[in-house]
Every structure is written in C-alpha cells, then in structure tokens.
C-alpha cells in the first residue's frame, strides 16, 4: 500500500469493490495517488502507515464500520480530512457520522463531479492549514482559540472539536458581532452550498453550542432567524 508522489494521497475505503473500483479509476485519472481497502481495520493501518491527504470513507463495512474509523481516529487526535460515503437517507444517520468525527458527507447513488467538488474543497482546507498566523490567538470573552495549535478553551477547560467544528467557530469568532448568512459560511466552510433544505450547517452549529456554551458560561453563538449565526457575548 505505498503511495505514489503525485498531487495528494487519497485513501479509499469500501467494501462494494465495483464502487472501489470506480474510484480509484477515476481519481487516478484526474491525478491523485490512491490506496484502497476493503474495510476498517485495513482503512486504520492504512492511515498510520501512509498518512493520506484525505480518507473517503464508506459508513457500512465489515470487520470495523466507518463510524467506528472516525470515533478511532479523532480519539487519537488524528485530523486527516474524512469524505464520509453512506447508502443510508436518514438525517439522523448523517448526523451520526458527522458527529463521529467526519468532515463531510455524500450519499449514495453519488456523482463522480460531485464527488471531486467536494474533495477538492476538504482538500483546499487541509493545505490551508499551514497558513495561519503561528502567534495568533483569537479571544472572546473566556473563549481562547489559538490557531495555529488549533485548540479552543473556554475558561480553564479545553475543548475537543472536529477539524470542521473549529473552522466553523474560528469564522464566527473572527467575524464577532456581526452577522454572517448560511451562504456565507458555507462557501467558506464546505465551498459550496447545500440548499435551503439542508440541515448541516444547523448540526455543526448544534455541536458547537453544547461543546462551547456550557450551562455554566455565558452563550457566545446565536442565531438571527432567517439570516445566519453570530457570535459575542449575550447580555
């Protein structure tokens, strides 16, 4: 399972070989070097052993399932990207894989288009990270996020957020007192937007608040119905 040196390192992770298949097909020809496995136990040796750019992974697998991936690897501080793959419909199951720790996810039947649209984005974002400021700390009220380490305290307590979670409250926290709409934070977030319809960005947000706005602190994120989110301080 070596990688080749070209533009990123992308594993695959699926039991449905015709599906596995396709893809390392596909994502070869547009220049990515890919590995592929055939379930979790293999998709987390493979992880430790290469160090992919990015993990596409299917929910449903034997041995280990996907959900079970993200809960390893994000308890093992491990951020690499996760495109989550899922042949169930129901938002409750999305949401259970988002909350896991996946970044993003893509239902099956899936476009390929769609597919590398949304794997360019998470890509966008993991070569982005190198950019920051290596000194700054952003602070609102006892919120302490220091960028660069990417770590969120409130108060003395640190808090464990997804690589999504913290880029979505470093925008709001960035943006402090004004109010951002969701097509803004989705095209700065995910790169794209879901749709009116969509529930995402109210689930990430959802995560944030129970994670950032203990009963024992002020509430710092809010919602300004039909417009957006913002974050400050509550009166």
């Known amino acids: 399972m070596n990688f080749q040196t070209l533009k990123h390192q992308v594993l695959i992770a699926d039991d449905d070989r015709a599906i596995r298949e396709a893809l390392v097909r596909a994502l070869s020809l547009e220049g990515y070097a890919v590995t592929a496995v055939n379930d979790g136990a293999k998709a ?30 994000r308890a093992e501080k491990n951020r690499v990207p996760i495109l989550m793959l899922t042949a169930r419909t129901e938002t409750s199951d999305r949401v259970a894989g988002l909350d896991a720790g996946a970044d993003d996810y893509l ?28 000194a700054e700390i952003l602070t609102l009220d006892d919120l302490r996020i220091d960028v660069a ?23 709001l926290v960035r943006n ?18 879901f749709g ?3 529930k995402n960005l109210a689930v990430y947000i959802g995560y944030i608040r129970r994670k950032v706005d203990a009963v024992d602190h002020k509430q710092l994120i809010h919602t300004v119905r039909g417009v957006g989110y913002t974050a400050r301080v509550s009166d």
Not at 63 to 73: A, H, P, Q
Not at 176 to 193: A, C, E, T
């Open 44 to 73: 987390l040796e493979a992880v430790k052993a290469e160090t992919p750019d990015v993990l596409i992974l299917d929910l449903m697998m034997p041995v280990i399932d996907g959900m079970t991936v993200c809960r390893v690897l």
């Open 176 to 193: 402090s007192g004004i109010v951002l709409d969701h097509s803004m934070i989705y095209d700065r977030i995910w790169g794209y937007d």
């Open 149 to 171: 380490a990417r770590r969120v305290f409130r108060g003395d307590n640190e808090i464990e957020l997804s690589k999504t979670e913290f880029e979505l409250l470093e925008l």
């Open 196 to 198: 009116p319809e969509s």
């Open 107 to 134: 239902p099956k039947p899936f476009a390929l288009d769609e597919l590398l649209a949304r794997l360019r984005v998470l890509l966008r974002r993991y070569d982005s990270d190198d950019d920051f400021d290596q």
